[in-house]
C-alpha cells in the first residue's frame, strides 16, 4: 500500500519565518504534488515535480518554492511566511506514464501563520 | 468557466437512499476522471476511477461517465451516515500528459440523515 508521509500534522509559525514543509513516499512514484486546500476554495496546485531535480509551477506558485533532491522526498518552502498562506497543505505521488494513475494523498499538515 | 465544476451542496439524503453526486468538466479531451472522499479534518482518499464511456461499478458504488456532455456522476446506493463527507472529483487535463497532474472540484459535501 503506498504511503506519503508529511513530517507535521500541525505548525505554526510566525510572520517573516522561513518555513520546510517535508514529504515522502515509499513507492517509487515519479510524480510529486504539493496543493492548498483552504474553505470555498477547494484544492489548489502549488507545484509538482515529474523527476528528481524537476518542477513545474501549478495555479498558485507565488510565495512557494519546492526542492526535490531525491525521488522519495518533496519539499515545499515558504520563503516569507504570511498570514495568507494559513491553509491546509496536502502532499500527493503518483506514478508517472499513465493517465490513469490516481493521485495518493499524505495526512496534510494544517500551517498557521501569525 | 471553472474547469471542473461541482454543486457544493449540502446534499441531504436520507439513510438507505441513492445519493446521486454531479460533475461537469471543460476540456473535451479530458481522459481519466476520480472521485475521492474527504472526511472533516481528513486527507482525500480515492473511491472511483472512470476513463471510459457508461458505468463502472465498486460495490455501493456506481461512477457513470458520459464524455459528449463532459459529465460525470457518483451514485451511492443505500447510503449510510458514514458516507457523510465531502466528495471530490477531479480529471486530468489536455496537456498532463504523463505528469498525472488533476484538477479538481470545491466538492460536494453529503449529509446522510439516519
Known amino acids: 500500500d503506498v504511503k506519503v508521509t508529511q513530517s507535521s500534522r500541525y505548525l505554526v509559525k510566525r510572520t517573516g519565518e522561513k518555513v520546510f514543509l517535508e514529504c515522502v513516499q515509499d513507492?517509487?512514484?515519479?510524480?510529486m504534488f504539493w496543493y492548498r486546500q483552504d474553505p470555498g476554495l477547494g484544492l489548489r496546485l502549488i507545484y509538482f515535480?515529474?523527476?528528481?531535480?524537476?518542477?513545474e509551477k501549478g495555479d498558485i506558485p507565488e510565495g512557494y518554492s519546492v526542492s526535490r533532491e531525491k525521488k522519495e522526498r518533496f519539499s515545499l518552502i515558504l520563503e516569507s511566511a504570511s498570514t495568507n498562506q494559513t491553509s491546509m497543505y496536502l502532499c500527493?505521488?503518483?506514478?508517472?506514464?499513465?493517465?490513469?494513475?490516481?493521485?495518493?494523498f499524505g495526512n496534510g499538515t494544517r500551517l498557521t501563520v501569525t | 468557466q471553472k474547469e471542473v465544476e461541482q454543486n457544493s451542496g449540502p446534499l441531504s439524503v436520507p439513510e438507505g437512499a441513492i445519493a446521486s453526486l454531479n460533475c461537469t468538466y471543460s476540456?473535451?479531451?479530458?481522459?481519466?476522471f476520480f472521485w475521492y472522499r474527504q472526511y472533516s479534518g481528513k486527507s482525500p482518499e480515492l473511491i472511483m476511477s472512470?476513463?471510459?464511456?457508461g458505468d463502472k461499478e465498486d460495490g455501493r458504488f456506481t461512477a457513470q461517465l458520459n464524455k459528449a456532455s463532459q459529465y460525470v456522476s457518483l451514485l451511492i446506493r443505500d447510503s449510510q451516515p458514514s458516507d457523510s463527507a465531502t466528495y471530490l472529483c477531479?480529471?486530468?487535463?489536455?496537456?498532463?500528459?504523463?505528469?498525472?497532474?488533476?484538477?479538481f472540484g470545491q466538492g460536494t459535501t453529503l449529509q446522510v440523515k439516519p
Open positions: 477531479a480529471v486530468t487535463l489536455r496537456g498532463s500528459g504523463n505528469t498525472g497532474k488533476l484538477i
Open positions: 476540456d473535451r479531451v479530458s481522459q481519466s
Open positions: 515535480s515529474y523527476d528528481v531535480k524537476m518542477k
Open positions: 472512470i476513463y471510459s464511456n
Open positions: 500527493a505521488s503518483s506514478l508517472a506514464g499513465r493517465a490513469d494513475s490516481p493521485l495518493h
Open positions: 513507492m517509487d512514484h515519479e510524480n
